[in-house]
């Protein structure tokens, strides 16, 4: 079956860099992008951006597109997500899910809570 | 300030019908552009519920039901049960941000 695992949980300074993973297992990863996605305690669900796995491209929201680096390692079926120059503002649950046919999220991860404090 | 607009609560009793009404522009539902839904529990990661506009999962009830007209799209819950009680979210893309877009969340309450 589709899962996707991601790494714990992330305490993290202001101006620091943290990296989250999200490793895959049960589907062919080429037919597939991967979104990630935000919750800040609270609130509602915010676009990061999306990376395809068979070119490495990817699409940031404006947002963050100067601080977000999205990666692939696909010899591991594992997806990365790099935020640098954190702020207070950035602690939030960080989930990666499944893009199918490139509209909707069909699976996600658990979240990753990252949380930035001084 | 989120680019699809829903309302901050709904509620109803158990047995009711509710729904969730999704508002964009012509730049994401109006452009033609598919709506999706997401339920997402407490302390738990969201769950696709609808895609495509009106097409439901397998594993999830016919309870649930999606539709889209103009620059709208709304959920229907019908047959209210408390474990409905839950966010949910609409999603699409926008082609002036080039991405996906999601509504701010509407928070059911099963009375």
């Known amino acids: 079956q589709v899962q996707l695992v991601q790494s714990g949980a992330e305490v993290k300074k202001p101006g620091a860099s943290v990296k989250v993973s999200c490793k895959t297992s049960?589907?062919?990863?080429?037919?597939?992008?991967m979104h990630w996605v935000r919750q800040a305690p609270g609130q509602g669900l915010e676009w990061m951006g999306w990376i395809n796995p068979n070119s490495g491209g990817t699409n940031y929201a404006q947002k963050f597109q100067d601080r977000v680096t999205m990666t692939w390692d696909t010899s591991i079926s594992t997806a990365y997500m790099e935020l640098s120059r954190l702020r207070s503002d950035d602690t939030a649950v960080y989930y990666c899910?499944?893009?199918?046919?490139?509209?909707?999220?069909?699976?996600w991860g658990q979240g990753t809570l990252v949380t930035v404090s001084s | 300030q989120s680019v699809l607009t829903q309302p901050p609560s709904v509620s109803g009793a158990p047995g009711q019908r509710v729904t969730v009404s999704c508002t964009g522009s012509s730049s994401n539902i109006g452009a033609g552009y598919d709506v999706h839904w997401y339920q997402q529990l407490p302390g738990t990661a969201p769950k696709l519920l609808i895609y495509?506009?009106?097409n439901r999962p397998s594993g999830v009830p016919d309870r649930f039901s999606g539709s889209k007209s103009g620059t709208s799209a709304s959920l229907a819950i019908s047959g209210l049960q408390a474990e409905d009680e839950a966010e949910y979210y609409c999603?699409?893309?926008?082609?002036?941000?080039?991405?996906?877009?999601f509504g701010g969340g509407t928070k059911l309450t099963v009375l």
């Open positions: 899910a499944r893009l199918h046919s490139g509209r909707y999220s069909d699976y």
């Open positions: 999603q699409s893309y926008d082609s002036s941000l080039s991405g996906s877009v």
């Open positions: 049960g589907y062919t990863l080429s037919g597939y992008y």
């Open positions: 495509g506009n009106s």
